[in-house]
């Protein structure tokens, strides 16, 4: 009697687990949509063959549920739209600007950099203005990234009730979370539970074209969610607050709205390296896809990333160079004209690793390097039919140091788009090829050489000190262990003496 009441009860606990998790975020329901939408994708492929479709939702239902299960976040039902307009930037802002002004709950907005420029003013304008509608206004800024946030901003937020919180201001002992080089370099603006933004643009002069104050230097790639996803970046919202000591437990919950019909699958994903508790979701997905993609049944296989910072820990070079050398065709849009000295040249040194590869098709791996303005947007497409977009470079300082956001996408359309964009681009920028790498001359290849190095020096752990969390706690274990083992010696030689 006993045993099967214990067993009816953990039945019991089990059901209400379940029945706890959202309809959206329910394995059930995303394998179900994993099967709608590449078995409709795949049938509007003239000459592809019926049974060619098992395989190939085989393969995705494998991928993501490994991805579920490891990083979770996942939903179904979303409606996800990129920003299509020229330039895109300023597309993102006036969506932004416009989703903020018809608020009427709440506006939590997260960001690297937030400037003095006419755009950030017309930012804190209507954050100012939804705070006086009665919405809960909290805006995350990073201390390094907004250095030039103005004061007269702080007050006028603060004034009208919005709440400002700045992100490790390492030179105040109370409030610093970390050492410098540990930033927030996530981009999230998340509208009461209806509708959410992800991506590369920051609020600052470069992000938008004259028409809106900017300068138009940097391209950026944003996306537009709504659906049960809102709610996830909502979550990785909350998770920033608490870092800061922030009591989240005051925070209204985000209650998941249905899934929407025809609607895409959405993970959010993180890379988070600085607590013990480490989520690296971001690389993790990323190395998974492209390492999966092989025997595919439509005639192309394809990697397509646009990044503003190419030298990646060496992991996910090798899951690039992998790709290559199974047959895929690799695309790589980066940027020739970087804000960042020495960028450029540590990229080369990078590309150098690749070129000097010989891989099957000559023409499958391409690099495009912008001129016209620097490529700050951060996006990867797979196969024509996942992609991922968000705040994460191909860099050591993201997938590090840095806390970043990205979103993978299972849906063609948006693959498709988002390809389209990478494809335009290419078509404005400069081909680096394989004889452009090789026959570089010799001083210039150790000038980069030597830059590639310092730029990975300052990724190393090492570079962060003493203030490493990681060091910290290995170092409090080491010192407990020691003292407790000198005690218990110590202990010993008393006892042992007192016995004689």
Same mark, same amino acid.
């Given at each position: 009697?006993?045993?099967?009441?214990?067993?009816?009860?953990?039945t019991?606990? $089990?059901?209400?687990?379940?029945?706890?998790?959202?309809?959206?975020?329910?394995?059930?329901?995303?394998s179900?949509e994993?099967?709608?939408i #590449?078995s409709?994708s795949?049938?509007?492929?003239?000459?592809?063959?019926?049974?060619?479709i098992t395989?190939?939702?085989? !393969?995705?239902t494998?991928?993501?549920s490994?991805?579920?299960?490891?990083?979770?976040?996942?939903s179904?039902?979303?409606?996800v739209?990129?920003?299509?307009g020229?330039?895109?930037?300023?597309q993102?802002?006036?969506?932004?600007l416009?989703? #903020?002004?018809?608020a009427?709950?709440?506006?939590w907005?997260e960001?690297?950099i937030f400037?003095?420029?006419?755009?950030?003013?017309?930012?804190?304008? %209507?954050?100012?203005n939804a705070?006086?509608?009665?919405?809960? =206004?909290?805006?995350?800024?990073?201390?390094?990234?907004?250095?030039?946030f103005?004061s007269?901003?702080?007050? $006028?937020?603060?004034?009208?009730?919005?709440?400002?919180?700045?992100?490790?201001?390492? *030179?105040?002992?109370?409030?610093a979370?970390?050492?410098?080089?540990?930033?927030n370099h996530k981009k999230?603006?998340?509208?009461?539970?209806?509708?959410a933004?992800?991506?590369?643009?920051?609020?600052?002069?470069d992000?938008?074209?004259? +028409? *809106?104050?900017?300068?138009?230097r940097?391209?950026?790639?944003n996306?537009r969610i709504?659906?049960?996803a809102v709610?996830?970046?909502?979550?990785?919202? +909350?998770?920033?607050?608490a *870092?800061?000591?922030?009591?989240?437990?005051?925070l209204?919950p985000?209650?998941?709205?249905?899934?929407?019909?025809?609607?895409?699958?959405v993970? =959010?994903? $993180?890379s988070? *390296?600085?607590r013990?508790?480490?989520?690296?979701g971001i690389?993790? @997905?990323l190395?998974?896809?492209?390492?999966? #993609?092989?025997?595919?049944?439509?005639?192309?296989?394809?990697?397509?990333?646009?990044? @503003?910072?190419?030298?990646p820990p060496?992991?996910?070079?090798?899951?690039?160079?992998s790709?290559?050398?199974?047959?895929?065709?690799?695309?790589?849009?980066?940027?020739?004209?970087?804000?960042?000295?020495?960028?450029?040249n540590a990229?080369?040194h990078?590309l150098?690793k690749?070129?000097?590869k010989?891989f099957?098709? %000559?023409?499958?791996?391409?690099v495009?390097?912008?001129?016209?303005?620097?490529c700050?947007? +951060?996006?990867? =497409?797979?196969d024509?039919?996942?992609?991922?977009?968000? @705040?994460?470079?191909?860099?050591?300082?993201?997938?590090?140091?840095?806390?970043?956001v990205?979103?993978?996408?299972l849906?063609?359309?948006?693959?498709v788009k988002?390809?389209?964009?990478?494809?335009? !681009?290419?078509?404005?920028?400069?081909?680096?090829?394989?004889?452009?790498?090789?026959?570089?001359?010799?001083?210039?290849?150790?000038?980069?050489?030597?830059?590639?190095?310092?730029?990975?020096f300052?990724?190393?752990?090492?570079?962060d000190?003493?203030?490493?969390d990681g060091f910290?706690?290995?170092? !409090?274990k080491?010192?407990?262990?020691t003292?407790?083992?000198? !005690?218990?010696?110590?202990?010993?030689a008393?006892c042992n003496?007192?016995?004689?």
């Amino acid at each position: 009697m006993i045993r099967r009441s214990l067993l009816g009860d953990s039945t019991r606990d $089990e059901a209400t687990r379940i029945n706890e998790v959202p309809v959206s975020h329910r394995w059930v329901f995303i394998s179900s949509e994993i099967r709608r939408i #590449i078995s409709g994708s795949l049938l509007r492929t003239p000459t592809l063959a019926t049974d060619s479709i098992t395989p190939e939702v085989t !393969k995705w239902t494998r991928i993501l549920s490994q991805l579920n299960e490891r990083l979770g976040r996942m939903s179904g039902g979303n409606d996800v739209v990129c920003s299509n307009g020229v330039p895109l930037g300023d597309q993102t802002a006036t969506e932004m600007l416009n989703a #903020i002004n018809s608020a009427k709950r709440r506006v939590w907005m997260e960001v690297y950099i937030f400037d003095d420029s006419p755009l950030a003013a017309q930012f804190v304008r %209507a954050l100012k203005n939804a705070a006086k509608r009665g919405c809960e =206004v909290i805006l995350i800024i990073d201390y390094i990234g907004s250095f030039g946030f103005p004061s007269l901003f702080l007050n $006028e937020l603060s004034k009208h009730g919005a709440q400002v919180i700045v992100f490790n201001p390492f *030179m105040d002992r109370q409030l610093a979370i970390g050492t410098m080089p540990f930033r927030n370099h996530k981009k999230i603006l998340v509208v009461d539970n209806d509708i959410a933004f992800c991506g590369s643009m920051n609020v600052s002069v470069d992000s938008t074209s004259s +028409k *809106m104050g900017g300068n138009g230097r940097f391209y950026d790639i944003n996306l537009r969610i709504r659906g049960p996803a809102v709610c996830d970046l909502a979550n990785v919202f +909350k998770r920033t607050l608490a *870092m800061t000591s922030y009591k989240v437990e005051d925070l209204q919950p985000c209650v998941p709205p249905s899934p929407i019909e025809d609607g895409v699958i959405v993970q =959010v994903l $993180e890379s988070d *390296m600085f607590r013990l508790s480490r989520r690296n979701g971001i690389q993790s @997905s990323l190395a998974t896809v492209i390492s999966n #993609i092989e025997h595919a049944v439509k005639a192309e296989q394809n990697v397509y990333l646009t990044t @503003s910072y190419f030298y990646p820990p060496g992991f996910l070079r090798r899951t690039l160079l992998s790709a290559c050398k199974r047959g895929l065709q690799v695309h790589m849009l980066l940027s020739g004209n970087s804000d960042v000295p020495g960028d450029i040249n540590a990229t080369l040194h990078v590309l150098r690793k690749f070129f000097r590869k010989r891989f099957e098709g %000559a023409n499958d791996f391409k690099v495009y390097m912008t001129t016209k303005e620097h490529c700050h947007g +951060k996006c990867v =497409v797979v196969d024509d039919i996942w992609s991922c977009v968000g @705040s994460f470079n191909w860099d050591r300082w993201s997938s590090r140091r840095n806390l970043e956001v990205s979103v993978g996408i299972l849906d063609p359309s948006i693959a498709v788009k988002l390809k389209s964009l990478q494809m335009e !681009k290419e078509k404005e920028a400069v081909e680096y090829t394989r004889a452009d790498s090789l026959n570089r001359p010799t001083l210039l290849k150790i000038f980069d050489s030597l830059l590639y190095k310092i730029v990975r020096f300052s990724g190393r752990n090492c570079f962060d000190g003493l203030s490493n969390d990681g060091f910290k706690s290995r170092f !409090k274990k080491a010192f407990i262990r020691t003292l407790i083992d000198d !005690k218990a010696a110590e202990t010993i030689a008393l006892c042992n003496m007192a016995g004689v």
